[in-house]
């Protein structure tokens, strides 16, 4: 069984990270644009410093990023060239609704959106929409708290319902939060969650997951309702924990972190909180209401499709004085057994294999590859060489090795896939850490770390490497 005809290639962003114009189509700030590059960075994506305004003296990568925002007619002609079947963007809320909680939205936004997805049908790219990848307006942290907050839920049904009534007819596949499970590592930045000094952490990270695990079935089940044909898919960050030895005490504690992100899934998924989530709760003493109609929309609202990011597998040790290593804002073991990138990221494309064995096992839906890739410092020749200006023979060797896991994992292991989207297909600014020098795309743009550069779009050798990937379905390597 090859990959299917149909099969979804294309890449992946998001808004907050590529479209900049930041107060451009009557847009409101959002917590994604309070994020300095620099010291202050971790601490603010944790909620451990606030930051709820432009701050004069800090530099904010986001508020420009790629400019995505006026090159979009030129980058989405760049996939198409590639033979794009599938383009993965974000809808940035505070277009739509520039404070979040008005009646009303705001039609230059919508209409930037509908403009986009537009030129994507003129090439026959499906967009894929991500609703809100890590970003929040403002005006809902600073006034309500962020996802603390129960009245989230009604914003957010009132974002989506104008999202689906109004891309009826240019949008099937939408996922509903960007790695849900982000949440628990950078508050913030998942959540636009603040914290207090003696507030309890965990009780405030598992009662907004509540909100949003509840306002993601509401957005299933309008979006069903508005076109039956919607597609809808949770995400997470993924990667299979693997215990650092045979001892019992290393296996249960990799069964442990499994459950910490698969919690999300389950819930998505299969429509109720586990058992093992619950004891935990009871445990830890977190308390949140989940109402009747809460289990009702839980239950009958569960998503089409399991989409996930996946940059490496994890490893978990009960030993003391083992290396540590911190990918994808994973704290874990280092494995001994893999490699890593430029940033410390842990290279694994058997684990990408794993991964997708554990998840379609357990809900037997459809999974959809979201994001992968390398994260790389490329280097811009002085001159063209066949058409390319990067020769990046390491990411095509990356993305060659997870391609090939993948379609593994496809026709040998019997895995249903839609898609693959790798990240960051064009440059744009790092989510971790902020830079652009930290480039994952087929299309290099002249941008820097301090923000200096033209903005210009260039290829890189892997663009070319791509294209023969997609033209064959994934037979020419
Ligand atoms: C994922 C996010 O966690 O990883 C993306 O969904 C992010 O937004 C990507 O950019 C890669 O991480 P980084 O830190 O290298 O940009």
């Not at 202050?40 to 420009?64: H, S």
């Not at 991500?130 to 907050?149: A, E, Q, R, S, V």
């Not at 299979?240 to 992100?261: F, H, I, Q, T």
């Not at 989409?307 to 004085?321: D, L, N, P, V």
């Amino acid at each position: 069984m090859a990959l299917q005809k149909d099969f979804l290639w294309g890449g992946a962003t998001a808004a907050n990270q590529c479209e900049g114009a930041y107060l451009e189509g009557g847009r409101g700030l959002a917590n994604v644009d309070v994020i300095p590059h620099g010291e202050l960075r971790p601490q603010v994506m944790r909620g451990l410093y606030t930051m709820d305004r432009i701050d004069e003296n800090q530099y904010y990568p986001a508020l420009k990023g790629i400019d995505f925002y006026h090159h979009y007619k030129e980058d989405i002609a760049l996939f198409a060239e590639m033979g794009f079947k599938t383009f993965r963007m974000s809808i940035a809320w505070s277009r739509i609704f520039p404070k979040g909680d008005e009646e009303e939205p705001n039609e230059e936004g919508l209409k930037f959106y509908e403009d986009v997805f537009k030129e994507c049908k003129k090439y026959e790219i499906e967009p894929l929409v991500t609703i809100t990848h890590f970003d929040c307006p403002m005006h809902l942290i600073n006034t309500y708290g962020g996802w603390k907050n129960r009245k989230m839920i009604d914003f957010y049904k009132r974002l989506v319902t104008v999202l689906f009534t109004r891309y009826k007819d240019l949008v099937k596949y939408w996922i509903t939060f960007n790695e849900i499970n982000m949440i628990l590592h950078l508050p913030f930045m998942g959540a636009g969650l603040h914290f207090e000094e003696n507030e309890d952490q965990t009780q405030a990270k598992y009662v907004s997951a509540h909100h949003e695990l509840v306002a993601s079935a509401w957005a299933t089940k309008i979006a069903h309702e508005i076109n039956p044909d919607n597609m809808i898919g949770c995400m997470m960050a993924a990667g299979n924990y693997y215990p650092y030895s045979c001892m019992p005490e290393d296996v249960w504690a990799a069964l442990g972190k499994d459950r910490e992100n698969m919690m999300f899934i389950d819930v998505q998924a299969r429509g109720y909180y586990p058992n093992y989530a619950l004891k935990f709760f009871e445990r830890e003493g977190i308390h949140f209401d989940i109402s009747d109609e809460d289990r009702e929309i839980l239950k009958n609202h569960t998503v089409d499709f399991i989409s996930f990011s996946y940059y490496s597998s994890r490893c978990i040790t009960t030993q003391e004085g083992v290396g540590e290593t911190i990918g994808n804002a994973f704290k874990g073991t280092k494995n001994p057994y893999l490699k890593s990138s430029e940033w410390g990221w842990q290279i694994d494309p058997l684990g990408l294999r794993i991964t997708m064995n554990t998840l379609y096992d357990r809900y037997q839906k459809p999974l959809f590859i979201v994001e992968n890739g390398l994260g790389a410092n490329d280097v811009l020749l002085e001159e063209e060489i066949d058409g390319y200006r990067v020769s990046d023979d390491y990411r095509i060797s990356y993305l060659k090795e997870h391609i090939k896991a993948f379609k593994a994992a496809v026709e040998e292991d019997g895995v249903d896939l839609l898609g693959f989207t790798p990240w960051g297909c064009i440059d744009l600014v790092s989510a971790s850490t902020g830079e652009m020098a930290k480039r994952y795309g087929f299309i290099y743009v002249d941008r820097h770390n301090d923000g200096s550069g033209t903005m210009q779009r260039y290829k890189k050798k892997s663009f070319y490497w791509y294209k023969d990937v997609i033209a064959s379905n994934g037979e020419k390597l």
